[in-house]
Structures are given as structure tokens and as C-alpha cells.
């Protein structure tokens, strides 16, 4: 069965530093999402992505985040420059034109 | 989009017993979705309902609908060991034509062998 992966699992980085986490949604798959789970918290939207543009953003989202679909397969998400409160799980998503959206295993990011 | 908060926040079970966790939301929905997420990792979904289904079943699911009451039910039959994990609930709004999904805290439950 087609599965959404994301790569690295684990990622730790300085703060300040600049990280990219990649996503590659199921291949037919037309809107792609990115989530994060603080530690013990919900899990909360960042962004979606339809047509190679950002459909929708959360007040989370702000200039230090950007998306992109690079090629036909990936989708990444950038943090510009990291700060500790960035530690999180982030989890991409994907869906194709029904409302189901499937995850991805996500990865775990820790800013030190 | 609008959240959906589950009650109870955690539930302990043994095996073998039903599980019923609920979801209530505040303003009308086009469709309601349930997820399970196991510790640490990625949310898996489980069912969707839409505005105007009142019940809902996949294998040992039954969710139920009542737009009325803005509440929604999951139920577990027979539970076993492997559905230790954590329920959510997103309503999803006519407006929201993103399908952006929106969780609460979730329900924690466990299921003791």
C-alpha cells in the first residue's frame, strides 16, 4: 500500500542553524500538508500546498518556515533559522481529491 | 477551521471490553474524521462520516454522527492490546475547502491485557 515518507526520522541541530525536512507525499497525491506535535501537545497545522502554492497557512507559519515541491516527488519544509521552541514532531500529510489525509511517520526535530 | 475536543482525555480498558470515546465541536461540519495516533508517530486514519450519515461502521469501528447535539461517538468493539493508543476527532467546516484538519488533546486509551 502507497505510504507517505519522511526523512530523516530523528534530526538534531543548533539553534540558529538551517534545517530541511523532507516529505514525499503518495505519488498521485495533488494537496500536501505539514503538521507539528510539540511534546505532549496536539497537533497543530502549519501549511497546505495545491498547484505548487501555499493554499493555506497558520499563524505558526511565519517568514522562518517555507515550502516547496522541488521535483514531481518531494515536498520539503525549510526552517530558516532554528530556535528551541521549534523542537517538535513534524509530520507531512497528503491527500489526493477525497478528504482522507495520510501521514506520514514524521520527524522528530530537536533545536539545542 | 474549528477543533474538535474529545472526552474523556484518557481511558483504560481491558481487552476484550468496548471503548467509546466522543467528540463534540461547535459550528456545522461537512464531514467528521477520527485518527489514531500510536505513541511517537504518525496519525493514521480511521473513518470519515459526512454531515448527513448518522452512523458509520469499519470493521470494529462504529462512529455515530448527531449534528444536533455537534457530537460525535467512536466505539471499539472487543478491544485488543494493539488499539492502546490515541483517538482524535477533526470536524471539518463547509468553508474549509483546504481540508486543513484541526486536533484536540485527544483521547488516551489503553487497553490491558
Known amino acids: 500500500e502507497p505510504e507517505v515518507t519522511q526523512t530523516p526520522s530523528h534530526q538534531v541541530t543548533q539553534m540558529g542553524q538551517e534545517v530541511i525536512l523532507r516529505c514525499v507525499p503518495i505519488?498521485?497525491?495533488?494537496?500536501f500538508y505539514w503538521y507539528r506535535q510539540i511534546l505532549g501537545q496536539k497537533v497543530e497545522f502549519l501549511v497546505s500546498f495545491y498547484n505548487n502554492e501555499i493554499s493555506e497557512k497558520s499563524e505558526i507559519f511565519d517568514d522562518q518556515f517555507s515550502v516547496e515541491r522541488p521535483d514531481g516527488s518531494n515536498f520539503t519544509l525549510k526552517i530558516r533559522s532554528t530556535k528551541l521552541e521549534d523542537s517538535a514532531m513534524y509530520f507531512c500529510?497528503?491527500?489526493?481529491?477525497?478528504?482522507?489525509?495520510?501521514f506520514g511517520p514524521g520527524t522528530r526535530l530537536l533545536v539545542l | 477551521s474549528q477543533q474538535g475536543e474529545e472526552d474523556p482525555q484518557a481511558l483504560s480498558i481491558q481487552e476484550g471490553e468496548n471503548a467509546t470515546m466522543n467528540c463534540s465541536y461547535k459550528?456545522?461540519?461537512?464531514?467528521l474524521q477520527w485518527y489514531r495516533q500510536n505513541s511517537g508517530r504518525g496519525l493514521v486514519h480511521l473513518i470519515l462520516?459526512?454531515?448527513?450519515?448518522r452512523e458509520k461502521h469499519s470493521g470494529r469501528l462504529r462512529v455515530t454522527l448527531d449534528t444536533s447535539k455537534k457530537s460525535s461517538s467512536l466505539l471499539i468493539t472487543a478491544s485488543r492490546a494493539a488499539d492502546t493508543a490515541s483517538y482524535f476527532c477533526a470536524p471539518v467546516g463547509f468553508n474549509n475547502a483546504g481540508n486543513m484538519l484541526t486536533f484536540g488533546g485527544g483521547t488516551r486509551l489503553m487497553v490491558k491485557p
Open positions: 500529510a497528503s491527500r489526493l481529491n477525497q478528504e482522507t489525509q495520510y
Open positions: 462520516i459526512r454531515s448527513n450519515e
Open positions: 505519488s498521485n497525491h495533488l494537496y
Open positions: 459550528t456545522s461540519i461537512n464531514n
